[in-house]
């Protein structure tokens, strides 16, 4: 008899922890690499915010997705209840002046963004209210092929490749929220360029209402 409440204490023990890591793998604010909400993927977004993001986040160029995108300029974004959230930490294109050299494949530009010999990109991190996800490898979407960009002083110097290190969010509850992004590039074509790292910490107030 001893030994079965043994047992029993711990088949117990052992369901809960279950349980909770469950509940803490449901309540991630920030959806897989792989999700599709919406039917839209980290690729498809990448070529919808192309302009957007190299036209310095016009507002003319916002694209029509079903999605609130957080971008900095706003004092904060007021949304819905339900409202699915795309967050974009860092993005790079093949406009002048080219970082390094320009990736030709997926593969080549996971190397690209993460090896400290090239972007080194490292950190990434979203956190809401206080929850962080880290944001790696997976998150990276591109080379996509896009329009001319806007990042340019004239046609020639004009990109058409953009690599997007992004994710996709959860709608949030009603109330006041917090989101911050972390990271930054940190390798040798990257101070190459603009002589230091570049280090980006925003955080977007989001009022879901």
Known sequence: MRIFKRLLMIVAVLTAFASLSAGTALASDVLPASAHPHGWSLTRMTSAIALFNT???NAAYYPATPFQILYTGPSGFTVRPGTSFFVPLFWVDDSVPVLGTWPATHEDAISYFFD???LGGKGFVITVDGRSTPIRHAYL???V???PLLDCSEPASCGTHMI???AFMHP????SHSVRIQGGVYGDDVIAVYGGPIVEDITYPVTVR
Not at 172 to 175: A, D, K, Q
């Open 55 to 57: 036209s310095g986040n």
């Open 172 to 175: 949030l509850t009603p109330g």
């Open 145 to 147: 092929t896009t329009p």
């Open 164 to 166: 997007v290190l992004g």
């Open 116 to 118: 400290p010999a090239q």
């Open 141 to 143: 979407a591109g080379p």
